[in-house]
């Protein structure tokens, strides 16, 4: 589907004068998502949020399956719409996924790239349609709590039940098509042999407990992008919201600013 047929939720705050930064979120997530890096920068970044089509207030995507190219797309658009040529850009899980891709094929559109959790290729196929039949079949209740746990290790659940309450509550927002067509993007997507066209300056920040996309799996994807550095936080999959402080001071030195 077009990008021009997807409305979508864009957010923009800061001074328009400062460089800007588009923050892309997780499947089954927001631009909420990101809500804890936004105190500490906005003073340093025009920030530029959205919802992936189907997530949080973005209209749902309309059809059955999607790929990284036509979110990628969307994203460029949300630039535009903003007069915004080129941007840094953090991605997170399938928010890096869609920045990867910007990355290689739109370069001129991408200042500094930071990729979180994420990979150029996740196998095996067969895992994503089982959860896209589940989430048709069920909606995503079945999948909040199985998410909840991949998402977040036990000790922070523990600690922080509020925050992963939220999470889970826009989980559970979250269009089940447009959560299957969004898993059919990530069960398709092989960019491996593309990764060394990527020229923008790189950081990668991986999770110590992530099972879904483990440090070593990014530290083969720093190996095949060049200059590309590799920075492991105590965290699971959502290492932006377990290790808010960290995540957030890594980013920022990556962009050329101390907070």
């Known amino acids: 589907m077009s990008n021009a047929a997807i409305e979508l939720d ?9 460089p800007p930064l588009l923050l892309l979120h997780a499947l089954g997530s927001s631009l909420a998502m990101w809500d804890a890096q936004v105190a500490a920068l906005e003073p340093y970044f025009h920030l530029v949020r959205y919802s992936l089509r189907g997530h949080g207030a973005s209209a749902r995507a309309g059809v059955e399956e999607s790929d990284i190219a036509a979110l990628a797309a969307d994203a460029c658009a949300v630039l535009d719409r903003l007069g915004i040529e080129r941007a840094h850009w953090c991605g997170l899980s399938l928010g890096g996924m869609v920045a990867m891709r910007a990355a290689i094929h739109t370069p001129g559109r991408v200042d500094r ?21 589940l989430v048709r079949h069920g909606g995503m209740e079945p999948l909040a709590e199985p998410t909840m746990a991949r998402w977040f290790t036990p000790a922070f659940r523990q600690r922080a039940p ?13 269009d089940p098509a447009s959560y299957a067509a969004a898993c059919a993007a990530i069960r398709d997507l092989d960019l491996r042999a593309d990764l060394a066209r990527i020229g923008a300056p790189t950081l990668l920040l991986a ?10 799996r990014m530290a083969e994807m720093q190996a095949a992008i060049c200059g590309a550095r590799l920075v492991t936080l105590d965290a699971a999959h959502l290492s932006n919201i377990e290790a808010c402080a960290e995540f957030t001071a890594a980013l920022c030195t990556h962009l050329g600013v101390s907070p």
């Open 10 to 18: 864009p957010q923009s705050r800061g001074d328009v004068d400062r």
């Open 113 to 133: 790239l930071v990729l979180a959790n994420t990979a150029a290729h996740m196998p095996p196929a067969a895992a994503w349609s089982e959860r896209m039949a």
């Open 162 to 174: 509020c925050e992963v309450g939220r999470i889970r509550k826009i989980f559970l927002g979250t």
């Open 207 to 216: 999770g110590a407990h992530d099972a879904g996309v483990p440090p070593a």
